[in-house]
């Protein structure tokens, strides 16, 4: 039960030299740097910064 305890210990510190753990009541997955990254196709048509400009609009001017 103590080498439990050690392993624990350990963690424990490691997330200390980042950031404070959080709340055990709170949003876990908010700071949690281990979650899983958005699918390709979530991060392409949602966050693409890099998309080519669409086409001018011809509103007929001269």
């Not at 009541?25 to 700071?31: C, F, H, I, N, T």
Request: hydrophobic content about 35%.
């Amino acid at each position: 039960m103590s080498e439990d305890k050690k392993i624990q210990g350990e963690e424990i510190v490691t997330l200390d030299n980042h950031a404070p753990a959080p709340p055990k009541d709170g949003p876990v997955v908010a700071l949690d740097s281990q979650a899983p990254a958005p699918s390709a196709d979530t991060a392409i048509t949602t966050m693409d910064n890099h998309a080519p400009a669409p086409p001018a609009l011809d509103l007929g001017g001269k």
